[in-house]
């Protein structure tokens, strides 16, 4: 039983999406019912690209852009099997066997939102030193959600996770940038499980691209300070909000 589909989200780097689909069909240990990739951007140019793969594709063509979450949400839609494997189109995965794993791993513990795949230090220094644990000879670490007040519940990073775990929270868009998801999946009991043995590596550095919907990153000092600053404000309210709704539910 295909039981999975790959969703890519996918805008105008054609030559990191081609390494990252490449690299994942031949690695991938169990095949997926189909591969969905969604292209952010007027480049009509992923319909030859998809002709020269050779793999059972569905592209979603967003003549205008809509950003990456809007473009999650879209695809989504058309997802028909319980379980998801999404990617960006800039990674090159690098070994076999972690559908297996991840599905495992997920059946096992229904409040892990995700099975990452990066290595231990690409990740968060914060999370890098959380415990080993086996399941079925599989080595993995949880990610401590108390340890970010938003990260380490959820990420677009490459992983398999439950379809159903996206519809309680769907549509993403209304909810805000990835770590705002990510704060609601924390809120849910939701936290991220990542493989000790990587799967992955990032091959898109420097070549971020920005969601329309939202600020370009900071990259000046002020601008860094800006950022921090707002973030700060919004974790207060966040913080008066749940208090206030505590206090009515009593």
């Known amino acids: 039983m295909k039981d999975?589909?790959?969703?890519?989200?996918?805008?105008?780097?054609?030559?990191?999406?081609?390494?990252t689909v490449l690299s994942l069909s031949k690695y991938l240990d169990k095949q997926p019912r189909?591969?969905?990739?969604?292209?952010?951007?007027d480049n009509s140019g992923i319909f030859e690209l998809v002709e020269q793969l050779d793999l059972p594709i569905k592209v979603i063509f967003n003549e205008q852009r809509m950003g990456q979450i809007k473009s999650i949400d879209k695809?989504?839609?058309?997802?028909?099997?319980?379980?998801v494997f999404h990617c960006e189109d800039d990674w090159e995965f690098i070994r076999t066997g972690f559908i297996e794993e991840s599905m495992q791993i997920l059946n096992t513990f229904p409040q892990a939102s995700m099975v990452g795949l990066r290595a231990r230090d690409q990740l968060?220094?914060?999370?890098?030193?959380m415990p080993e644990k086996v399941l079925n000879n599989i080595h993995y670490f949880d990610l401590d959600p108390s340890l970010h007040p938003e990260y380490f519940s959820y990420s677009f990073n490459p992983g398999l996770r439950r379809h159903k775990d996206y519809l309680k929270l769907a549509p993403l868009e209304s909810l805000g940038h990835e770590e705002d998801i990510s704060y609601h999946f924390k809120q849910l009991g939701f936290y991220i499980a990542n493989l000790e043995l990587p799967?992955?590596?990032?091959?898109?550095?420097?070549?971020?691209?920005?969601?329309?919907?939202?600020k370009p990153r900071a990259k000046t000092f002020f601008s860094k300070l800006q950022r921090s600053f707002k973030k700060r404000i919004k974790r207060i309210k966040r913080f008066i909000k749940n208090q206030l709704n505590d206090g009515r539910s009593v």
């Open 4 to 19: 999975f589909t790959v969703v890519i989200t996918s805008s105008n780097r054609f030559d990191l999406l081609k390494q």
């Open 34 to 41: 189909e591969y969905i990739i969604i292209e952010d951007s």
């Open 75 to 83: 695809a989504y839609q058309a997802v028909k099997t319980p379980y």
């Open 124 to 129: 968060n220094p914060r999370v890098r030193k």
């Open 199 to 214: 799967a992955v590596k990032h091959i898109g550095d420097e070549r971020h691209v920005n969601d329309p919907n939202f």
